[in-house]
């Protein structure tokens, strides 16, 4: 499939609108799931753009900015392999696989952006002195239009430019390598789903983690409503009874004259 001018218009300023969003984090448009759903309605398989949105999502799950660490691009991530898997007409794990150059380099542009912005340090100084709210609102918008104008001349070119280009490098890979980046993509989302749970896992947790990879792995469900209506279920119990544990421990500590270990 081949990507009109319009498609590729249309892509770009979704990506503009996305691209700004990763700067602010306001609405949480840019995660893959978002990205990769949109970019397929405008390609007209929505289906399939979901799916690499929602594969792409598991993979990113775990991967944050801590410190000065910067993870890869998850906007171009979903986007890229919504493309691919569209328009190249392969699995959603392949294409997750090959954005992947894509989004590291998109990245490293961003990080190279970051730098730049360092000199207006000095301008911001000035307008804090001067006490120049305008001005100090004005360069913090540019600078993140700035950002989302990158990342839509980034996906213009990489999918309407030298589309072509990306297609003969794709048919002219070997079907060995190939099988190696469908498993590779496979195993991602695995592995950025075990990223997030060293962050997040609690053993009073592990009897709902246990229950939902049962009902996904061994029974047999037409779609994932059914799984997603038992999480609901999960959530729905932990907060109200959790919550109810919770508000129950300082009373019970109260009436038990408080804890023992107080004091130095």
């Known amino acids: 499939m081949e990507i009109s001018l319009l498609q590729g218009v249309m892509i770009t300023i979704w990506a503009i609108i996305a691209g700004c969003d990763y700067q602010t984090e306001a609405f949480f448009i840019f995660r893959p799931i978002t990205v990769a759903t949109v970019t ?16 792409t ?21 979903g986007l890229m392999g919504a493309v691919f898997a569209i328009c190249g007409h ?5 294409a997750l696989a090959l954005a992947i150059p894509f989004c590291i380099l998109s990245e490293y542009i961003h990080i190279l952006m970051s730098t730049a912005y360092l000199a207006w340090n000095r301008i911001g100084a000035k307008m804090i002195k001067s006490i120049d709210v305008k001005g100090l609102v ?15 001349i980034f996906v213009f070119l990489s999918t309407y430019v ?48 246990i229950v939902g990879f049962l009902l996904a792995c ?6 994932l409503l059914p799984i997603a209506l038992v999480g609901v279920a999960f959530a729905m ?7 109810r ?16 270990n107080v004091g130095i």
């Open 40 to 55: 397929g309605i405008l390609l007209g398989d929505p289906i399939t753009g979901a799916m690499v949105g929602g594969l």
């Open 57 to 77: 999502e598991l993979a990113f799950a775990g991967l944050t900015m801590v410190g000065g660490t910067t993870p890869p691009d998850p906007l171009v991530a």
């Open 90 to 94: 392969m699995s959603p794990t392949n």
């Open 138 to 152: 004005s360069i913090n918008i540019l600078g993140i239009l700035l950002s989302g104008l990158v990342s839509g």
């Open 162 to 209: 030298i589309q072509d280009t990306i297609d003969a490098i794709i048919g002219s890979i070997p079907e060995w390598l190939m099988h190696g980046l469908e498993v590779a993509g496979g195993v991602m989302p695995a592995l950025g789903f075990a990223m997030l749970l060293l962050v997040m896992f609690k053993v009073k947790y592990a009897p709902f983690l």
């Open 218 to 223: 061994f029974i047999e469900f037409k779609n």
């Open 237 to 243: 119990f932990n907060y109200f009874y959790g919550r």
């Open 245 to 260: 544990d919770d508000e129950a421990q300082p009373i019970a500590a109260a009436e038990n004259g408080g804890d023992e």
